[in-house]
């Protein structure tokens, strides 16, 4: 399992890394997926219900890693990454 200290970033199907987020992951937010817009709130609501925070970042292409250029440009632009974190204890 996958803990915030140790999100794995998110690669595409050549093994390049597709987004890059520190500033979430460093407020302590875990990468749990890229996806179309209209599948986020289903996910959403899935963690929600698991307990977990959630927040989404849009995707540009400054996201992506210098050998994306293509996908980033045109498909990508469009997806959702959605981030999930244990909410702090209350």
């Known amino acids: 399992m996958t803990t915030a200290e140790e999100t794995e970033p998110v690669y595409c199907s050549e093994g390049i890394q597709i ?31 698991l307990g977990f925070e959630t927040t989404t970042a849009g995707l540009d292409p400054s996201s992506f890693g210098e050998a994306c250029t293509t996908c980033a440009i045109t498909a990508c632009s469009t997806y959702v990454a959605l981030f999930t974190r244990k909410p702090a204890a209350g």
Do not use: F, H, K, N
Request: net charge negative; no cysteine; aromatic share 6%.
């Open 19 to 49: 987004l890059r987020a520190p500033d979430l992951v460093e407020g302590g937010w875990a990468q749990r997926t890229v996806t179309d817009p209209s599948r986020i709130g289903e996910l959403e609501e899935l963690y929600t219900s």
